[in-house]
């Protein structure tokens, strides 16, 4: 069983799709890097967008004009930058509390 194999046996198959990306991007995986997943497929995420041109959904910077301490994957897997999450959490309307790309959770 390869480790994406393996992730998608423990966790869900989003977890594999990230695994797979992360292999694109270079990574190497082996079972100890996925017990400290979680983190692992965030900056995985952070990367991805960084490639593939992507923009904050709130403010329309590039995601590439961030360094990785300034933005934050979402569980989804978007990213968005660590300014406009402050303010999605700190909403008043739990509408707004949500990713703004496909309104997944925001923790
Ligand atoms: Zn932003
Ligand atoms: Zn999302």
Known sequence: ???EHYASSIRNGKVANYLKTGKALGYKFDYASIVKAPAL???IAKDK???EGERCPVCLVSISEFDN???EA???GHVI???DLATLEA?????LRVCP???GPLH
Not at 91 to 95: K, R
């Open 49 to 51: 967008a960084k490639k």
């Open 91 to 95: 909403s008043d309307n739990p509408s």
């Open 1 to 3: 069983m390869d480790a």
């Open 69 to 71: 301490d300034s933005i």
């Open 74 to 76: 979402l569980p989804c």
């Open 41 to 43: 497929l965030k900056e």
């Open 101 to 103: 790309i496909c309104r």
């Open 81 to 83: 930058c660590k300014d």
